[in-house]
């Protein structure tokens, strides 16, 4: 019998998001990156994913993470920060992957400043869940599931 492999989810975090106990709370609940990331790892272990993480400040260096996920990545989970709202480069570079990715945010991006309502890479994802706090990235990681065919 052949056991079906498991599916690899990069999650991809951009600028600011690795000082997220320090950022809003009214937007960001207070909690802290490494305690975001143990929980998705959790989820992902719920939903029988193998996720690896990848956080950057630097815009190159998110694009150049992009550039070398063929194959090494079945979908994608990202949260690009204050660059989902005007990047091009992240967006052509996301695009190049070919994968497909779920946009996530912590805040409800929709109810926040104008200019938060743009997003640059939101057509080139199959999905988006925003204003969830971290709860959303279990929906998120519900959705590439479905996206890269495994689990329910
Ligand atoms: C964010 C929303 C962005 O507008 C903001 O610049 C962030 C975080 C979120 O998770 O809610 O850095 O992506």
């Known amino acids: 019998m052949n056991v079906p492999p498991r599916n690899r989810i990069e ?13 809003p709370v009214e937007h960001y609940g207070g909690i802290s990156f490494a305690a975001l990331e143990r929980e998705i790892s ?17 815009e190159g260096a998110f694009v150049e993470h992009l550039h070398g996920l063929e194959g090494m990545a079945d979908g994608i989970v990202l949260n690009p920060g204050a660059w ?13 992957t ?19 309502r743009v997003s640059v890479i939101g057509d080139l994802c199959v999905g988006r869940v925003a204003g969830k706090g971290v709860e959303g990235y279990r929906e998120a990681l ?7 065919g495994s689990g329910s």
């Open 11 to 23: 999650v991809m975090h951009g600028v600011n998001l690795d000082q997220l106990a320090r950022r």
């Open 42 to 58: 959790r989820f992902a272990s719920e939903l029988d994913l193998i996720v690896r993480f990848f956080q950057s400040n630097y």
């Open 84 to 96: 989902t709202h005007y990047s091009l480069a992240i967006r052509d570079a996301l695009e190049l």
């Open 98 to 116: 070919g994968l497909p990715a779920i946009e996530v945010h912590l805040s409800d991006v929709g109810q926040r400043e104008e200019w938060r």
């Open 142 to 148: 519900r959705l590439i599931g479905q996206a890269v």
